[in-house]
């Protein structure tokens, strides 16, 4: 899949990833080869293949990423609806989950339009108690460029015109 061609697709993608699970998965490697998943409800993608999620919580992605900072992201459509759609149609109608392989960039102070676009993002959930809880205080952002992108596959039903 050519990146840079279908980085639109691919934000799109990501989009509604989150919108049906929360959260997308980064892969990464310990010092010994041990492999490690991190759930992130933070990333953003940029327009040049390159994005940044909040690094409040991760705690062993970080460590990781002084020993070797390649990763790759995981994001499924979770959506029932497009789910049952497909499975009625016998075919998928957009990605149903992408991989993106890149590296972790430097640990910064996020800038005011991040902070804008993660207000963006958990504005349906200020007015519950935990919001603030989980949201609040999200100063640090770590950058990422992406270099290849993978469709996962699942058989015929994944065939796009």
């Known amino acids: ?14 989009s509604k990833s989150f919108g049906s699970s929360l959260h997308v998965s980064i892969a990464s ?3 010994d080869g041990d492999p490690q998943c991190t ?3 933070s990333l953003f ?6 994005g940044f999620y909040f690094e409040k919580y991760p705690s062993t992605l970080p460590k990781f990423a002084k020993e070797s900072p390649r990763i790759c992201v995981l994001g499924v459509n979770s959506s029932k609806s497009f789910w049952l759609r497909s499975l009625y149609k016998d075919k998928f109608s957009a990605f149903p989950a992408v991989k993106l392989y890149g590296q972790l960039g430097e640990k910064r102070k996020a ?8 207000r963006k ?3 349906k959930t200020s007015i519950l108690k935990g919001h603030k809880t ?22 015929k039903m994944t065939r796009l015109e």
């Open 111 to 118: 800038t005011e339009s991040e902070l804008n676009a993660l």
């Open 134 to 155: 989980l949201w609040g205080k999200m100063e640090s952002v770590r950058e990422v460029r992406f270099s290849k992108a993978e469709r996962v596959k699942f058989g």
């Open 1 to 14: 899949m050519d990146i840079q061609k279908q980085w639109p697709k691919i934000r799109e993608h990501f």
């Open 39 to 41: 759930p992130i409800g």
């Open 29 to 31: 490697v310990n010092a």
């Open 45 to 50: 993608l940029n327009d040049d293949q390159s």
């Open 121 to 123: 993002r958990m504005r």
